[in-house]
């Protein structure tokens, strides 16, 4: 995947910073163990981080589901600033990731590694330029869903973290255009503009454009085909919407998203709907924001599975695609619903069933 540059500006301008005692020191330095010291393992983001690196991934998911977790993780004040934070944490990794094999000169050469982990986790026509004190970064394929909000706070945090880890100096990223805020990219700066990622009236109208946008891409009038990322940059952006602390608001907006989509799918008349065709969108649904594997047993009474995969099995997301099913399932007025968590060789099994009276 080739880098590109704007025509006209150099990449190798400006920030003639000489970081071999920064952090490129600070990072070979914290690789090295002492003598005798056992070898010290990898932790779950760090291997992730590394095969994404390498190019490594085996999964692709569908862009819908990044969507979904950047809208959940940018609900409220609160967790966008998480998701800024969990992404500076990665951006640190990632550099430290990079100065095991690489020693730098310059600051600017970093940069061209930072592109490289965004586009091997999946983003496309990335461009960039370095000027004294100000990098500028632009994604010009995200997907253009105009939802009203910025919501890349995760992904202007990897890169101040990335930088900031580089220069030896915090280095702060802003969001300042956003292609889900009326823009045809993704403009990412060190300028001192200002930019703001949480505004509660804007939250709550892209949750409900959010819903609107799935709703055109189960019903197909959305004929784009959705752009595929990095199973392994899913698991790691996920993170803020996965936060213990914010599990009742994510289950309570996860339910009205999936009513809102059963809602608007079936023109407030899914009680109408076949029960086979109705199950079949719910189950493209769990899919396409990559909510588990789910495998219905039967529809009369209604009897399924959802499986998760070990690299998102925990229990707060099989919690929150319990609550958008529910949400779907019950505009079509299903009887009583039981759901039952087990784990199966690692991994979680979400069983739900429908208790319809005069059944056993």
């Given at each position: 995947m080739s880098q590109k540059k704007e025509p006209g500006r150099n990449v190798k301008?400006?920030?003639r910073t000489s970081i071999s005692s920064t952090g490129a020191a600070k990072a070979e330095k914290a690789a090295q163990p002492l003598p005798g010291a056992p070898q010290r393992v990898q932790t779950h983001e760090e291997?992730?981080?590394?095969r994404i690196m390498k190019n490594e991934s085996t999964r692709l998911v569908s862009?819908?589901?990044l969507l979904f977790s950047s809208v959940m993780s940018n609900l409220t004040a609160g967790l966008g600033t998480l998701s800024r934070r969990h992404g500076s944490h990665i951006g640190r990794l990632i550099f430290y990731d990079i100065s095991k094999e690489k020693h730098y000169i310059w600051y600017e050469e970093t940069v061209s590694d930072l592109i490289k982990f965004f586009e091997r986790s999946g983003y496309r026509d990335i461009t960039y330029n370095v000027f004294p004190e100000m990098v500028n970064i632009q994604i010009h394929d995200k997907p253009h869903v105009n939802l009203g909000i910025n919501l890349h706070s995760f992904e202007a945090g990897i890169m101040s973290g990335f930088l900031t880890a580089a220069t030896g100096r915090y280095i702060l990223m802003e969001e300042l255009e956003c292609s889900c805020n009326g823009?045809?990219?993704c403009a990412f700066s060190t300028a001192h503009a200002k930019a703001s990622y949480y505004n509660q009236e804007r939250a709550k109208m892209a949750v409900n454009l959010f819903a609107s946008h799935i709703i055109r891409q189960l019903d197909k009038s959305d004929k784009r085909e959705p752009v595929k990322a990095a199973q392994e940059y899913y698991t790691i952006s996920s993170h803020t919407m996965l936060d213990r602390g914010y599990s009742e608001e994510m289950e309570k907006m996860?339910?009205?998203?999936?009513s809102k989509v059963g809602y608007?799918?079936?023109s407030g008349k899914a009680r109408e709907a076949p029960d086979k065709a109705f199950l079949e969108s719910l189950s493209e649904l769990i899919k396409l924001l990559n909510l588990g594997e789910p495998n219905f047993k039967r529809t009369k009474p209604l009897s399924m599975n959802?499986?998760?995969g070990s690299s998102h099995s925990r229990s707060e997301m099989v919690s929150i695609s319990l609550s958008l099913i529910r949400?779907?399932?019950?505009?079509?007025?299903?009887?009583d619903i039981s759901a039952a968590k087990e784990v199966r060789g690692g991994s979680y099994r979400l069983s739900i069933s429908e208790n319809r009276k005069g059944n056993k």
């Open positions: 301008t400006g920030f291997v992730i981080i590394s862009e819908n589901s823009s045809d990219h996860a339910y009205y998203i999936g608007g799918l079936f959802v499986d998760f949400g779907f399932i019950e505009t079509k007025q299903f009887g």
